[in-house]
């Protein structure tokens, strides 16, 4: 792990889905930036590793394991962090489900609720265990994860998209409420993120990043940035925002496979990528 460049020395964050993919990539990127970071998640041997990789590149890192859609999951979680680093200043609400798809014909109430808790419940019980710490505190940061399915929608997940278009109205809701007390309340959007790029044949990787304006599909780490940045005294007035990180996707209209006016129209420029 590379030196600190001190964005976030000395502060203490919680990061729920860390075991893996985006929760890693940004617990990993906190650690880097001087943070000492508690890593949650339901894979309990995975949260173990990820805060030891962490701490074997020179990071400060625990893992806790648990479902941070339970409340007393979250209340140790909480209380683990407190006794190990002291205080809570930052939480990234990270944890949630993307796999589980259904048509809406084919659901049922089970298939509801546990897509609810995971996805938006988590991110209430969490943020409720955390707030009042960080009020007496005089301030803090929570940075929630919602999806391009908050605006747009996907097939077969019905349940996923209501829950990331709630994530965004709670923090534009939390941001209101919590700003008396100087606490920021973000979001990020992620879009075509592949958390384990090898599960995606050749073919499909590149229709993926034929998609994307920039050119290809996102990585975990694209989102390790703008978390540091939403975290730290750089965004001090930044607040019930939310931080779109899709390479473009959302803002096109068609997309390149569709465009009337298509990318072999684009002027050829010698040394760019349409040279």
Not at 3 to 29: M, N, Q
Not at 227 to 247: E, K, R
Request: net charge negative; with cysteine.
């Amino acid at each position: 792990m590379g030196a600190p460049r001190a964005e976030l020395t000395g502060k203490v964050a919680i990061v729920t889905g860390a075991a893996r993919g985006i929760g890693y990539a940004i617990a990993s990127r906190f650690a880097a930036e001087g943070a000492h970071v508690a890593l949650s998640d339901i894979d309990v041997d995975g949260a173990g590793s990820a805060a030891e990789s962490i701490v074997n590149q020179g990071g400060n890192a625990i893992g806790v394991g648990g479902d941070a859609g339970v409340a007393a999951d979250v209340d140790r979680l909480i209380q683990t962090t407190l006794d190990r680093f002291a205080r809570v200043d930052i939480l990234v609400n990270n944890a949630g489900d993307v796999t589980t798809l259904r048509h809406f014909l084919d659901s049922d109430q089970d298939w509801w609720d546990r897509l609810v808790r995971t996805n938006l419940t988590s991110h209430y019980l969490c943020t409720r265990g955390v707030a009042g710490l960080m009020a007496a505190a005089g301030g803090g940061c929570v940075i929630n994860v919602s999806s391009g399915g908050a605006n747009r929608s996907h097939r077969g997940m019905v349940a996923y998209d209501a829950t990331k278009g709630a994530i965004e109205a709670m923090t534009r809701s939390l941001a209101l409420d919590l700003a008396p007390y100087g606490i920021r309340v973000n979001a990020l959007v992620p879009g075509l993120i592949a958390t384990n790029p090898a599960h995606l044949a050749p073919p499909a990787r590149t229709l993926r990043d034929e998609t994307v304006p920039l050119g290809r599909g996102g990585t975990p780490e694209d989102l390790a940035g703008p978390a540091v940045f939403l975290a730290s005294d750089d965004a001090a007035y930044v607040t019930g925002a939310c931080l779109v990180v899709d390479g473009g996707v959302l803002v096109q209209q068609r997309s390149p496979q569709v465009e009337v006016f298509g990318l072999d129209k684009f002027p050829r420029i010698p040394g760019s990528r349409f040279s």
